[in-house]
């Protein structure tokens, strides 16, 4: 049986944390094929409206949590 890269979702749980100051983030989203799901913790409205678009933009799944 042979996995592909597009058969694997990675789970990236942020709290507080701009998805675009994150290290994390940058690295994943250079990934072609990857299945990002960015979950957001965070209690700051703002950065929580910045990553639901920024993780859109990259047609990543986004959760609010």
């Given at each position: ?50 990553n639901e678009q920024l993780s859109q933009s990259d047609n990543f799944k986004y959760i609010d949590m």
């Open positions: 049986m042979s996995i592909k890269l597009s058969d694997l979702y990675v789970i990236m749980v942020t709290y507080n944390t701009s998805c675009q100051d994150s290290l994390t983030y940058k690295n994943l989203k250079t990934i072609n094929g990857l299945n990002l799901i960015v979950c957001d913790n965070s209690t700051n409205v703002a950065i929580k409206k910045e």
